[in-house]
């Protein structure tokens, strides 16, 4: 494997992910990341010079909707996804800055 | 203080366009709905729901790009801005990063120095974020996505601007060139024009650029002012002692008038974009951009200038008539119906912003119809009623949108002009004031004055003044 993470690194990619890791996850978690990378490198070792970017896997551009109002009030029904509801609204942890 | 010391400040400036459904799902943008009525999967982020672009979003987008004098990037696509927050049910905000719509314009605004123009760094399509109620007693948040999903622009000045008055300035006419395009309302009291303020300070002539602070939570032109001073001396102040200024984004506090750290910049910032691969690209012919161009509405300055051509109105006034998209409308529409343009600029300009003031109303809150203000104006010109009753009409045609014709009609406003009604009346208060009649007499002519006044006061107002005046010398004159 080339590419090692360091504890740093994934302590940091942890918070982002917002995931909380124990020590043999933690473990597995950097040799994952680093056999990732080492993937990509194969990749990078491909001339792409005078390649375009993708951004989409389809040659398909501008799938428009128009600006005509559809969806009703389906409120029952996709609360029914929420843990918690309260009023008409989604419960979660408190969130004050 | 010893040093000399310049504010230079940039804005990021939000704006929820008007149409009538989500950037990416047929949710209605409606204002005001009971919480979570407007939602479906894809504006909830339900895991297999599929966004599809609102075509209306990209052609206001490049209405307003093409009116800030931007260039376009004709292939544009949506990336993924990665945050965990409730207030945003996917974990990502849709926006774009890489190939924003619009790129390199700039908006010419009036200082106190003269004209100068600020660049326009980028303005680019997102998605708005849903409603976060705190419940401090349960210790919970309550979340309505009604505003999750619906289309933003946001437009991103360079650092341009070196005064609250120049931001001031530079977001009055941002404000009023969207309105006039239809694309926003922008009122800043109900969010849907939202400016955050970057803003640093350097010694002048200094040439690089100091620790910039962003703040938020400016929902007025007021806040906006203060939050500038207010931050502007927090820097100074600092510097001053020795300090470093801390890049991070602030909150303004207006009734505390002062300003709090919300986070630091240097962990939170991670946002990893990457395109999204669920909306394809927007490729913008150059067809298409002739066509937004030819359907542009007439802008601010051509107005005043038609206004000047087409109807005499003086440059000042034209200037007051256009300050608002909805005056601009009213003139136009009202001049249409009763032909009569200096006396519509007359009633809007003197009566119409005077009420508007004593109301604490801005000219989008206008209720009255162009049809009643013409027949208002219409009853003058036909000399139905005189100008003072025609100003009391008014007060009632703003507030409640009155027909003013059968108001004067059921309340017997109608203007006395027929001599022999009026003579009797004229004659008792010419009894009843010896005085004025003897300093009249004795040539002083604006004894007269007095006389007129009070048979007008006796007639009620109803009297016509020319008649009135009339009688008047012929019974002191005999």
Known sequence: MANVISDETIEYVGILAKLELSGEEREQAKKDMGRMLDYIDKLNELDTTGVEPMSHVFPVNNVFREDVVENGDDRENMLKNAPEQKDGTYVVPITVE | ?????????????????????????????????????????????????????????????????????????????FDRKNYFYPDNPQNYQISQLYLPICHDGGIEIETAEGKKTVRIHEIHMEEDAGKLIHDEWEDCSLVDYNRSGVPLIEIVSEPDMRSAEEVIAYLEKLRMMIQYLGASDCKLQEGSMRADVNLSVREVGTEAFGTRTEMKNLNSFRAITHAIEGEKNRQIDLLESGEQVVQETRRWDDTKGASYAMRSKEDAQDYRYFPDPDLTPVVISDEWIQEIRDRQPEMREEKQERYQKEYGIPAYDAGILTSAKRMADM????????????????????????????????????????????????????GTINNTVAKEVFEFVFDKDIDPEQYVEEKGLKMVGDEGALRGTIEEIVAANPQSVADYKGGKQKAIGFLVGQTMKAMKGKADPGVVNKILKEILDK
């Open chain 2, 1 to 77: 203080m010893s040093k000399q010391y310049e504010t230079v400040i940039g804005l990021e400036v939000h704006v929820e366009l008007a149409t009538k459904t989500k950037i990416f799902c047929s949710c209605s943008t409606a204002f005001g709905g009971a919480p979570n009525t407007h939602t479906c999967p894809v504006c909830t982020g339900m895991p297999g729901s599929l966004p599809v672009l609102n075509k209306q979003v990209v052609e206001y987008a490049l209405a307003v790009g093409l009116a800030a004098n931007c260039q376009i990037h004709q292939y544009c696509k």
């Open chain 2, 331 to 382: 003139f136009e529409e009202t001049t249409a119906l009763c032909k009569s343009p200096k006396k519509v600029s007359n009633w809007l300009m003197v009566e119409t912003m005077r009420l508007l003031k004593e109301h604490g109303m801005d000219a989008e809150d206008i209720r009255f119809s162009p049809e009643n203000l013409a027949k208002l104006i219409g009853l003058t010109e036909a």
